[in-house]
Every structure is written in structure tokens, then in C-alpha cells.
């Protein structure tokens, strides 16, 4: 069989997944690049047919001769730099796989694409990917019932499982807590009863509510982003309700409500913490934050008791978990330029991961769908996948290996529509349901 050869930009947590599945076929031979020689390095001394290569993708002409040696290339680095990828991929006609959402600057390279005759497919990890492919799979069975889906509810989230949500967040970081608490501060904004709501990134946590799945689970549930675009994108024009959210453990909105308040997620520069400043602890950080001019663990509880909108027993609680953090010690916080980077670095040191300690991704979409004799039903698909201690997190596999079943399935010509695409169509959602099931991904369907 011949050879097909991709190339892997990118080495993160969830690149590894990918790769051992893309080495099973033995005519598949991998190039994983990162910026770092060694980082590859480690990442491909476990596989066979895989090399590492040292790859700056700010380097136009070195990224434009490193894709045109491959049949496709698969890129894990952060969503801003995919439009410069897909760029020199069109110039050597080279297919591509994302698993982010598709953005404008994605989507300004569409025509080319197709012009070129390439394939780019994007949003094809768990939220986007997964998603997509039941959401859409029970929508286009309830059409084909001749039925309507009056209302969809999607909430996913990853956590850890709850033998080890064992700190005051009920969360713990496998990578940057960057990215999850700057996510915190988005705007959201969906369909409600056929009305337009809107939170801004500072309300967002007043949102959460209770989301019941399984009674063992005191989940809780804040909108995502913009779903407005999904009565397009599902194809659901007759739904009044539309919303897709984040889940996290009950307890976990009101924290970081209390941290807005108090504006440390506030990223602007602050000299005093700049990593050449002197060293200050935890107390006077948050005094300055405060504008107060004792350091005193009282006195700074009583502010920020008056400065959260959060109170009663649930503000106590709060305190105690901002003493865990050490917010009010005289340990000196590491300084990394602004507020909130300072309490990442913090976050980082304390909630990750311990030994043997294993994660969990859970993704509900609940549906309300009025059949065509005009009966009234809830449906719902469920799907519950938890980490490997000793190998996998259930996070890095339900992104890495979807997106190794989408690159397989490129490379066979079973995805060949050229242009930017996501899985919104069943030729493209079929084969990729079939295969993340034959990997052992179980989604539960149920009529209520």
C-alpha cells in the first residue's frame, strides 16, 4: 500500500492519542514537529514510523516546505496559527485537520481551498467534534420522523472525576489554567424561548445553574459562547430553545464570580508584578488588588465579603477556599506580569493532577422534540468517558482520537469534499460516528 505521510504540529497533551492511532496502519509515516526538537523528540521515541523535527510556524518559508512533503498535516498548536497553516497548505495542495472551531480568518481561505481541491477538517475533537456528530445524528432522525425539535440543550464538560475534585473549585488543570479561566470572561448568548439572551463575560457565572444528568453528580451549567448560529448550523429553524454550555461541579461559578469581583482576572500589566520586581506575598497582592491599607487576613475578608456579590454561608466557603490558595499568607506569589496570571501560577501549583489521580469528560444533549402526530418527548445522548491513570486523560483521548479517525478517514478518500469544513453533514458524520465507536466510545440514547 503506499505511503501516506503527515505531519503533526504540535505535541500538547492531547497529540499522543492522535498519533497512537494514526500508527496502527503500518503505511502511515508521521512527522511530529514542535518548536522544541525534544518535545517531539519524546513523543515520537514511543511510535514507530515516526520522526520529530524542530518547525517555527512563524517561519513562512520553513512551514511551507515542511507541509509540502506530506500528503496532510494535522494541527494541535493554538487556533490562531491555523489560518497560516491552511494557507501554505493550499500552496502544495496538502489536506488539513483541525479540531477547532472554524474562524473567520479560517474561513476567508474556503474558496481557495476548494480551488486547490483541499480538504479542511476542522471542529473534530469532543466540544467541537463529538457534539457535533449526535446532535446532529438525533436531529436529522427526528426530521426524518417527520418531527421537530422545540428545544436543544448541550452541556460538556471536563472535569475531574469526583474522587479526585478534592479542592475548593472542584477543578484541576492537566495544561494552562490560562485558557480556562480567560474562557470565563466571554460573552454568551442564545436562544430562549425564541428569545435572543445575552450575559457579558463579568454575569457569566450568575448564569449557572443546576444541570441534572445523574443523580450521583452535583453538576452545575453556564452558556458557551455565542449559540445563536446553531438554528443554522443544526438546521433546527423551528427551535425556540437553543443553548450550548460548559459544565463544572456545583460551588465552581460562584469562586470565580468572587475572583471577578475582586479583579483578579483582570490580565493588564502591573509593574509590581512583573518578573524583575521585588518579591511580595500573597496578603500584599491582594491588599494592593484591594485598595487596602492593612494586609490583615480580617481586614481583607471583610472587603472582599463587601465586594462579592456572593454572600451568606456560600462567601464563607469562598474565604476558606482563598486561604487554601494561600491568598492570604505571607508566601510569596510567584509574579508573572498582571493579576491573573499571578493566580494561574498558583492555581497551577496546587490543583493539577496528582499521581493516579484520573479525569472525566461528560457530554449530555437534551432534546425536546414534538413528533409529527404532535405527542411531546425528551430524548437525550450521553455520553460519560473517564481518564486513564496510567495512560490517556478521557480529555486528551476524546480530542486527540476523534481527530485521528477524521485524518484516517481523509487520507482514504472518505472525506474528500474540498473546502473548510466541520461535521455538519451525514457523509462526512457517518463514517466518523463508526469510527470513535469502534474506539470504543459509548453514547447513550434515550427517550424519556
Not at 82 to 98: E, G, L, W
Not at 157 to 174: D, Q, T, V
Not at 209 to 224: C, E, L, Q, R, T
Request: aromatic share 8%.
Amino acid at each position: 500500500m503506499a505511503t501516506k505521510k503527515i505531519l503533526l504540529l504540535g505535541s500538547g497533551f492531547v497529540a499522543e492519542p492522535c498519533v497512537e492511532y494514526l500508527c496502527r496502519r503500518p503505511e502511515n509515516k508521521l512527522t511530529i514537529a514542535a518548536r522544541r526538537l525534544a518535545i517531539a523528540q519524546e513523543l515520537a521515541g514511543g511510535y514507530a514510523n515516526t520522526t520529530a523535527i524542530s518547525l517555527d510556524v512563524n517561519d513562512e518559508v520553513a512551514l511551507d516546505a515542511a507541509i509540502a512533503e506530506h500528503d496532510i498535516v494535522i494541527s494541535l498548536i493554538p487556533y490562531t496559527y491555523h489560518a497560516q497553516v491552511i494557507k501554505s497548505a493550499i500552496k502544495s495542495k496538502t489536506n488539513v485537520v483541525t479540531t477547532s472551531y472554524v474562524s473567520p480568518a479560517m474561513m476567508a481561505y474556503d474558496e481557495a481551498a476548494k480551488a486547490a481541491g483541499v480538504v479542511v477538517m476542522n471542529e473534530i475533537g469532543v466540544d467541537p467534534g463529538v457534539d457535533h456528530l449526535y446532535a446532529l445524528k438525533t436531529i436529522n432522525e427526528v426530521h426524518a420522523e417527520g418531527g421537530k425539535v422545540l428545544s436543544f440543550l448541550s452541556y460538556c464538560g471536563g472535569l475531574p472525576a469526583p474522587e479526585a475534585s478534592n479542592n475548593p473549585l472542584g477543578y484541576k488543570f492537566s495544561w494552562s489554567s490560562r485558557g480556562v479561566l480567560l474562557a470565563l470572561k466571554n460573552n454568551a448568548k442564545f436562544y430562549e424561548n425564541g428569545e435572543i439572551v445575552e450575559y457579558s463575560g463579568n454575569d457569566l457565572m450568575n448564569s449557572a445553574k443546576p444541570i441534572p444528568i445523574y443523580p450521583a453528580f452535583a453538576f452545575v451549567g453556564y452558556p458557551n459562547r455565542d449559540s445563536s448560529p446553531y438554528k443554522e448550523r443544526y438546521n433546527i429553524p423551528e427551535a425556540h430553545t437553543i443553548l450550548r454550555g460548559t459544565l463544572r461541579y456545583a460551588g465552581f461559578p460562584e469562586f470565580v464570580k468572587t475572583l471577578v469581583d475582586i479583579g483578579f482576572l483582570d490580565d493588564s500589566a502591573q509593574d509590581f508584578l512583573a518578573a524583575d520586581a521585588s518579591e511580595i506575598a500573597w496578603n500584599d497582592v491582594v491588599a494592593k488588588r484591594l485598595g487596602s491599607s492593612s494586609n490583615a487576613e480580617a481586614d481583607l475578608v471583610e472587603l472582599i465579603k463587601e465586594k462579592s456579590s456572593i454572600k451568606g454561608d456560600e462567601i464563607d466557603r469562598i474565604i476558606k477556599g482563598m486561604k487554601w490558595l494561600g491568598m492570604f499568607s505571607t508566601t510569596p506569589v510567584t509574579r508573572r506580569g498582571n493579576y491573573l496570571d499571578t493566580l494561574c501560577a498558583t492555581l497551577e501549583e496546587k490543583m493539577m493532577y496528582g499521581k493516579g489521580e484520573r479525569d472525566m469528560v461528560m457530554l449530555q444533549h437534551k432534546f425536546e422534540v414534538e413528533l409529527k402526530d404532535g405527542t411531546k418527548q425528551t430524548r437525550t445522548s450521553t455520553i460519560l468517558e473517564y481518564g486513564n491513570p496510567e495512560g490517556a486523560s478521557a480529555m486528551a483521548r476524546l480530542v486527540g482520537m476523534p481527530c485521528g479517525v477524521a485524518t484516517q478517514l481523509v487520507l482514504d478518500g472518505v472525506i474528500r469534499t474540498p473546502g473548510i469544513l466541520a461535521p455538519m453533514s451525514a457523509d462526512i458524520n457517518d463514517p466518523l460516528i463508526k469510527g470513535i465507536e469502534a474506539e470504543g466510545v459509548v453514547c447513550h440514547e434515550e427517550i424519556l
